[in-house]
């Protein structure tokens, strides 16, 4: 919904910019003034987005944020968008969706995305993790921002910034500096990075039981890499053809 809400925003300030000079700001403070000839070829781009994170955050809070609305009806968005153009989901007019959290988190997360990537090109240090970590956990309460979080998960990420914390005052040498909920196969998984040492790993297995002690259930741990399908290939699913008068 937030993509269709930003592509129909861009093309009313093409048509804003294009009239006449003379055209008075319009109560939702988007001044067409303000778009100068690159203005106008960025804002096509925009009116024929194809995925929100194409579009970066600064021209996100610049120019759509402010306007975006929390929430909105499926009856009131099909009133003035008509279609959100998703094949595979239907508008319920009756029901309210948001809008804004997950309008924001694709962009924020591609961002979030580039910048790890950079990160792990730069030298090993503290500042290195500690950037690193500050971008999962920021990735971690944007996603719950969506509602697509979990009470597990969130205690597992809040028990990991417990013990960063609490290691970090004690001695100002912490082994573990962030975590994110990640895909699991079947269910939520928490991804933490921290630094390659036994203290670390003693940490984690602290987090474990403590997670236990909390709710009577002993996280898996998942540790080292794999090569995955490439070694012990895959498996291919196809959907059965629907027999007649099936229901």
């Known amino acids: 919904m937030g993509r269709e809400m930003i592509k129909s925003a861009a093309s009313g300030l093409i048509s804003q910019?294009?009239?006449?000079?003379?055209?008075?700001?319009?109560?939702?403070?988007?001044?067409?003034?303000?778009?100068?000839?690159?203005?106008?070829?960025?804002?096509?781009?925009?009116?024929s987005l194809d995925y929100l994170c194409n579009l970066s955050p600064h021209r996100y809070e610049a120019v759509y944020a402010k306007n975006l609305p929390e929430?909105?009806?499926?009856?009131?968005?099909?009133?003035?968008y008509a279609d959100h153009n998703d094949t595979v989901t239907v508008i319920d007019p009756k029901?309210?969706?948001?809008?804004?959290?997950?309008?924001?988190?694709?962009?924020?997360?591609?961002?979030?995305?580039?910048?790890?990537k950079a990160l792990l090109?730069?030298?090993?240090?503290?500042?290195?993790?500690?950037?690193?970590?500050?971008?999962?956990?920021?990735c971690h309460y944007s996603y719950n921002d969506c509602g697509l979080g979990s009470d597990g998960t969130d205690r597992?990420?809040?028990?990991?910034?417990?013990?960063?914390?609490?290691?970090?005052?004690?001695?100002?040498?912490?082994?573990?500096?962030?975590?994110?909920i990640t895909g699991g196969g079947s269910g939520g998984s928490v991804c933490v990075i921290g630094r390659n040492c036994i203290r670390s790993s003693e940490e984690i297995l602290e987090i474990q039981q403590r997670y236990k002690a909390a709710t009577g259930y002993l996280p898996i741990?998942?540790?080292?890499?794999?090569?995955?399908?490439?070694?012990?290939?895959?498996?291919?699913?196809?959907r059965r053809p629907s027999s007649p008068g099936s229901i």
């Not at 006449?20 to 096509?44: A, F, H, R, T, W």
């Not at 910034?161 to 290691?167: S, W």
């Open 17 to 47: 910019s294009l009239s006449s000079l003379g055209v008075p700001q319009q109560e939702d403070d988007m001044n067409s003034d303000e778009y100068g000839e690159q203005g106008i070829e960025l804002l096509k781009d925009e009116a």
């Open 71 to 80: 929430s909105i009806t499926g009856e009131t968005f099909v009133k003035h």
């Open 95 to 116: 029901r309210s969706y948001c809008v804004k959290a997950p309008t924001r988190h694709p962009i924020y997360e591609n961002f979030r995305v580039e910048a790890f």
């Open 121 to 138: 090109t730069a030298a090993n240090s503290d500042e290195q993790l500690s950037a690193l970590g500050e971008l999962m956990y920021q």
């Open 156 to 180: 597992l990420v809040k028990l990991v910034q417990e013990m960063q914390h609490r290691k970090s005052l004690r001695d100002g040498s912490p082994s573990l500096f962030g975590a994110k």
């Open 221 to 238: 741990l998942f540790e080292g890499s794999s090569p995955g399908a490439g070694k012990f290939g895959y498996l291919k699913l196809r």
